[in-house]
C-alpha cells in the first residue's frame, strides 16, 4: 500500500523538477579598443547581460527604438532581459561598434 502511494508523489516531483527553468545566468560582454565581445550572444529571457569596458572612454549599449544602457570608461553596465527575440545593437558614440542579443524564451 504505501509503494502505491509513494509512486505518484515521486512521479510529481520528477515533473515539478523537470519544469523547473534553468536559473537566471549573468553574461559577460567585454568591450575593449572600441570591440564588443563576442559579438553575438545567446541568452534567455531572465539573464543579465553585463558589459565590461575596458576602454578609456565612455560607450553605450543602444537599441535603436528601444533600450541603453551607458557603460563608463573602466566600469560596467548592466540590462537584465525582459522579452524573446533577437536585437541589434551599437554604441551611440562610436557606431561601428555592432552587437547582436539573440533572446530566447
Excluded: Q
Amino acid at each position: 500500500m504505501k509503494a502505491a502511494l509513494i509512486r505518484p508523489l515521486l512521479v510529481g516531483l520528477a515533473l515539478v523538477l523537470a519544469a523547473d527553468p534553468a536559473p537566471a545566468a549573468t553574461i559577460e560582454v567585454m568591450i575593449d579598443k572600441l570591440v564588443f565581445s563576442p559579438t553575438t550572444i545567446d541568452a534567455r529571457v531572465g539573464n543579465t547581460i553585463e558589459w565590461v569596458n575596458k576602454d578609456a572612454f565612455a560607450h553605450t549599449a543602444t537599441v535603436k527604438g528601444g533600450w541603453e544602457v551607458m557603460i563608463p570608461p573602466k566600469a560596467k553596465g548592466k540590462l537584465t532581459l525582459k522579452t524573446a527575440g533577437t536585437v541589434d545593437y551599437f554604441c551611440r558614440f562610436h557606431p561601428n561598434m555592432k552587437g547582436r542579443l539573440v533572446v530566447a524564451p
